[in-house]
């Protein structure tokens, strides 16, 4: 019963939240401001522009080449001195 409770009384509450703000959506253009609706762009719009994907697809496969050199090109270090000298098992 309670949880019958808490979601009737769950999408009672977001209905409300969504009915202020189709109210508040609608009286804006009436007192001059423009409509929010399809004046903005996704955050899919650059996947859509051709020259932005492809612009994308360099970028991406010019960070792979530099990875790749970069592990290509890793040699790992010898201990410090110092280290050696506190902690002789790091030999091992």
Not at 26 to 39: F, L, Y
């Amino acid at each position: 019963m309670a949880r019958k409770l808490t979601v009737l009384v769950w999408h009672h509450a977001d209905e409300g939240e969504r009915l202020i703000a189709h109210k508040v959506r609608s009286m804006e253009p009436q007192v001059g401001k423009p409509h929010k609706k399809g004046n903005k762009s996704g955050p899919s719009h650059a996947y859509h522009v051709k020259e932005l994907r492809d612009q994308e697809m360099q970028i991406a496969r010019r960070a792979q080449k530099v990875y790749e050199h970069f592990i290509e090109a890793w040699r790992p270090r010898p201990p410090k001195e110092r280290a050696r000298r506190l902690n002789p098992a790091r030999l091992e």
